[in-house]
């Protein structure tokens, strides 16, 4: 699975658009970029996945460089119930996979 | 969306004992199921992955003899931790994928504490 990078760590103003970064400059082309969160002391919970094209889901969006070196996440009015860990890994579509996690993006909402 | 519970939520045992925790599809069938451990402040690591029907998998680094995994229906995957000790205290949380799923599904996650 391609290498992902994300920053350590991002405040966002509580009502704004959270926007978190993720680079996978070595992504293959059949590799799927997925965002997870955890929020405090619970299992990580499913966001929003995509290939080449944006995406959008009750829960948020995800814009993927043309490239597809690069994504962004987009929360579209953070609120406080948000803030969590955000992990960004790149998987293979289809077919036996193990998510494994990096150290991800902790996004601390704030009043 | 898929349910995966866990149970228990929370478990204190003594060293030296045992503890099984349960991983449950409840909505629907996974073939395959994940065993992550976590540290406080870390991030998830892998221990092992649990066909059903068939030995588990470990991860570099984990014992199997001391972590046994048994997945012996298409909803249930059951976390042995035999002979524990302080070190072994840490948020166990297990994973679920489907057939015909790209998404894995976590469960809550079981708090274990060894004194």
């Known amino acids: 699975d391609a290498k992902t990078t994300q920053p350590t760590s991002m405040d966002c103003a509580e009502g704004r658009a959270a926007n978190l970064p993720c680079n996978h400059s070595t992504i293959s082309g059949n590799e799927y970029v997925y965002w997870y969160r955890q929020i405090h002391s619970q299992g990580p919970q499913y966001i929003i996945h995509?290939?080449?094209n944006n995406e959008t889901n009750e829960m948020a969006s995800l814009i993927i460089t043309e490239d597809r070196k690069s994504s962004t996440l987009i929360l579209p009015h953070a609120t406080l119930r948000d803030t969590a860990v955000y992990y960004c890994i790149a998987l293979y579509s289809g077919g036996y996979q193990k998510v494994t996690f990096g150290i991800g993006t902790k996004l601390q909402v704030i009043p | 969306g898929a349910v995966v519970s866990q149970h228990p939520s929370r478990v204190i045992c003594k060293s030296g004992t045992s503890v099984k925790i349960e991983c449950r599809s409840l909505d629907f069938q996974a073939t395959t199921m994940f065993w992550y451990r976590q540290f406080p402040k870390q991030s998830l690591m892998l221990m092992a992955t649990?066909?059903?029907?068939?030995?588990?998998?470990?991860e570099q680094g984990v014992e199997k003899d001391k972590f046994l995994i048994n997945h012996a229906s298409l909803t249930l995957s059951t976390l042995t931790v035999t002979s524990a000790h302080p070190e072994d205290s840490s948020f166990y949380i297990c994973s679920a994928r489907g057939l015909a799923e790209y998404e894995q599904y976590f469960g809550p996650g079981t708090r274990l504490t060894v004194t």
């Open positions: 649990s066909n059903e029907g068939s030995k588990a998998t470990y």
């Open positions: 995509g290939l080449k």
